[in-house]
C-alpha cells in the first residue's frame, strides 16, 4: 500500500479535503491511497516485464516509445521499462526508484479535466497550464504528464505538441478523471466493468489528438485504488504511477509554501505529484522556478518516470 511519507503531508492532504469535496474533477490533489488498498507498491514490488509502448491500441497504432527514441540504425526502438504483475496477476504499482540508485527525481504533472468540464471550459475555465510547461522547457526540465483522454480532447495542440517533444512523455489518467474506488474525495465512480475501457478510451484520444507514442503508465485518479481496481487493469500492461512526494499544490496560493513541502520531501528516486492546471493549481509555475534550481544545487538530476522504472528493475 501507499502511505504518505510524513505527518506534515498528511495534514496538508486533510486542509484540502473540504476544497475537494465542492470541487472535483481536474486539479483534484492526488493522494497516497488508503489502507484499503491491497497490493503493495515499491520500486520493485514486481519483476521486470515488457509491454507495448500504447496499452488498448492495436498493433498497427502502435509507436515508437517516444520521439527521442528514434535511430539512425535499422533495429526497433525499445520499449518503455515496466513493472510485471504482481501477485494474482494484479496491476504493478511504483512509487519511487532505489534510494541507492543516484540522485534522480521525476517531476510528475497530472494535467486533469474531468468528463463533464466541458461547460466550464466552454465558460473560459483554464484546465491548461501553457506558463508551466514553457518554464519546464525553458529550465530543460525531463517531465512526466499524466494527462487524462478528456483534456487531450479539450486541448489537442497541446497534447500533441507535448507527446512529440522528447523533454515530455505522456501516460494515462483516465479518460473521465472519475474514480476507480468510491469514496474518493468526491469524484464520481467508473464502475468495474468500465475501468479498463475508461483507460483505453484515454489512449484513443491521445492518438486522435496526435500524441505519437503515450507510455504505458497510469495514475489512477485522485491516487484512489484497491485490488478490484488492479485487477479490473490487468490485462491493459499498464504499470499504475503513484508518487512518495506530495507537492500540496492544488488549489494552494503560496508558492513558496509548496516549493518548500517539496524541497523538504524529496529523497533519490522521488517522484512528485504536481499539477498542470491553471484554475485549481494556480500557483504551480512559481513553485517549480524555485524547485528545480535547488534541486539542481543540491546535486539532484530530473529525469522521466521512465527512467525511474527502469532503475526499479524495468526491462525495456
Excluded at 244 to 252: H, P, T
Aim: charged residues 20%; hydrophobic residues 40%; contains cysteine.
Amino acid at each position: 500500500m501507499i502511505l504518505p511519507a510524513c505527518r506534515r503531508q498528511a495534514a496538508a492532504l486533510c486542509a484540502l479535503t473540504a476544497a475537494l469535496a465542492a470541487l472535483t474533477g481536474c486539479g483534484t490533489p492526488e493522494r497516497p491511497v488508503a489502507a484499503r488498498t491491497a497490493a503493495p507498491a515499491s520500486t520493485a514490488a514486481s519483476g521486470p516485464a515488457t509491454t507495448p509502448a500504447s496499452p488498448g491500441a492495436s498493433a498497427s497504432a502502435a509507436s515508437p516509445a517516444s520521439p527521442s527514441a528514434a535511430s539512425a540504425t535499422a533495429a526497433a526502438p525499445s520499449r518503455p521499462p515496466t513493472l510485471a504483475p504482481g501477485p494474482a496477476g494484479l496491476t504493478p504499482v511504483f512509487r519511487s526508484a532505489p534510494r541507492a540508485a543516484g540522485r534522480t527525481v521525476a517531476l510528475t504533472f497530472d494535467a486533469d479535466m474531468t468528463a463533464d468540464q466541458g461547460p466550464r471550459a466552454a465558460a473560459g475555465e483554464h484546465f491548461d497550464n501553457p506558463g508551466l510547461i514553457a518554464a519546464l522547457r525553458e529550465l530543460k526540465v525531463p517531465s512526466t504528464v499524466f494527462m487524462t483522454g478528456r483534456w487531450a480532447e479539450e486541448y489537442p495542440d497541446q497534447a500533441r505538441s507535448l507527446g512529440r517533444d522528447p523533454r515530455f512523455e505522456i501516460a494515462n489518467h483516465s479518460y473521465s478523471h472519475h474514480a476507480f474506488t468510491g469514496d474518493c474525495y468526491g469524484l464520481p465512480t467508473v464502475p468495474e466493468d468500465r475501468m479498463r475501457t475508461d483507460v483505453e478510451r484515454a489512449y484513443s484520444a491521445f492518438r486522435k489528438a496526435g500524441v505519437p507514442a503515450a507510455m504505458p503508465y497510469f495514475r489512477f485518479p485522485g491516487g484512489c485504488y484497491d485490488s478490484r481496481a488492479l485487477r479490473a487493469l490487468s490485462g491493459t500492461g499498464v504499470t499504475a504511477v503513484q508518487w512518495d512526494v506530495v507537492s500540496g499544490d492544488a488549489f494552494a496560493t503560496d508558492a513558496d509554501a509548496v516549493a518548500r513541502q517539496v524541497l523538504d520531501g524529496v529523497r533519490p528516486g522521488s517522484v512528485v505529484v504536481m499539477h498542470c492546471t491553471r484554475s485549481a493549481a494556480p500557483t504551480t509555475e512559481q513553485a517549480v522556478r524555485t524547485i528545480v534550481p535547488e534541486l539542481r544545487r543540491r546535486g539532484y538530476r530530473f529525469v522521466k518516470v521512465s527512467e525511474l522504472i527502469a532503475a526499479a528493475g524495468g526491462r525495456r
